[in-house]
C-alpha cells in the first residue's frame, strides 16, 4: 500500500466548474501537507501549503485537510482552461529540519471550453 | 529573483554509462533535494543535501550519489545507468528547516 493514494484520472470538467481533487494518507506521522500543480514536462509549482486540520484559502483555491480521516482535498472554483494541468498532493513530517516530501501519483485535470 | 534551475534540458545516455545533472537553488535557499519522477508518477525522494552534507536518503540505491557546493549548487551523479533510470530528475530547495520546497524545471533522462 502507498502512503499516499491519489485517484491519476484523468478528470474532465467544463470550464467555470468546481472542481474537487483528492489524496488520503497512512502515515499519522505526517504533518504538514502541500498541493502542486504541474504542467505536461514541466516542474511542479507549489500551490498550497498547510499544517493544520480544516480550511486554507488562496484566491480560487481551497485545501482541505482532515487529519483524523488523514484526507486531503483541493477545490478549484471557476475552473479555467488555464488549469489543465496534473494536480499532486505532498505530504511531510516535521523533523526539525526540512523533510523528505512523500507524493502521491498525480490527478490530470482537464478543463474543457 | 531566479528560482531553482536545472541543466541540461534533456539528456540521452546508453545502458552503463554515468550522468551527472546539475542544480542550483533559489536565491538565499541552503537546502537541496533530489527526486526522481517516472512517466505517470509522482516524485520519489531521492536525497537532500544541508551544508554541503547528504543529510536524508531514499530508497536509491548507491549508484545514486550527489554533492553540494560551498554556494549552495548541487549535483546528482548516477552511475551503470539502466534503462530504468529513464525519468524526469527534479531539483527542489528549501531555506533551513522550513517545510516549503520550490521546484526546479527538471532534467529529462533517456536511457536507451
Known amino acids: 500500500q502507498k502512503e499516499v493514494e491519489q485517484d491519476p484520472g484523468p478528470l474532465s470538467v467544463p470550464e467555470g466548474a468546481i472542481v474537487s481533487l483528492n489524496c488520503t494518507y497512512s502515515?499519522?506521522?505526517?504533518?504538514?501537507f502541500m498541493w502542486y500543480r504541474q504542467y505536461s514536462r514541466k516542474g511542479p509549482e507549489l500551490l498550497m501549503y498547510t499544517y493544520s486540520s480544516g480550511n486554507k484559502e488562496d484566491g480560487r483555491f481551497t485545501a482541505q485537510v482532515d487529519k483524523s480521516s488523514k484526507y486531503i482535498s483541493l477545490f478549484i472554483r471557476d475552473s479555467q482552461p488555464s488549469d489543465s494541468a496534473t494536480y499532486l498532493c505532498?505530504?511531510?513530517?516535521?523533523?526539525?529540519?526540512?523533510?523528505?516530501?512523500?507524493f502521491g501519483t498525480g490527478t490530470r485535470l482537464q478543463v474543457t471550453l | 529573483d531566479a528560482g531553482v534551475t536545472q541543466s541540461p534540458t534533456h539528456l540521452i545516455k546508453t545502458r552503463g554509462q554515468q550522468v551527472t545533472l546539475r542544480c542550483s537553488p533559489k536565491s538565499g535557499h541552503d537546502t537541496v533535494s533530489w527526486y526522481q519522477q517516472a512517466l505517470g508518477q509522482g516524485p520519489q525522494f531521492i536525497f537532500q543535501?544541508?551544508?554541503?552534507?547528504?543529510?536524508q536518503r531514499g530508497n536509491f540505491p548507491d549508484r545514486f550519489s550527489g554533492h553540494q557546493f560551498p554556494n549552495y549548487s548541487s549535483e546528482l551523479n548516477v552511475n551503470a545507468l539502466l534503462l530504468g533510470d529513464s525519468a524526469l530528475y527534479l531539483c527542489a530547495s528549501t531555506q533551513g528547516s522550513y517545510n516549503e520546497q520550490f521546484f526546479g524545471p527538471g532534467t529529462r533522462l533517456t536511457v536507451l
Open positions: 502515515n499519522s506521522a505526517f504533518q504538514y
Open positions: 505532498a505530504t511531510g513530517s516535521n523533523t526539525g529540519t526540512a523533510s523528505k516530501l512523500t
Open positions: 543535501y544541508y551544508e554541503e552534507e547528504e543529510r
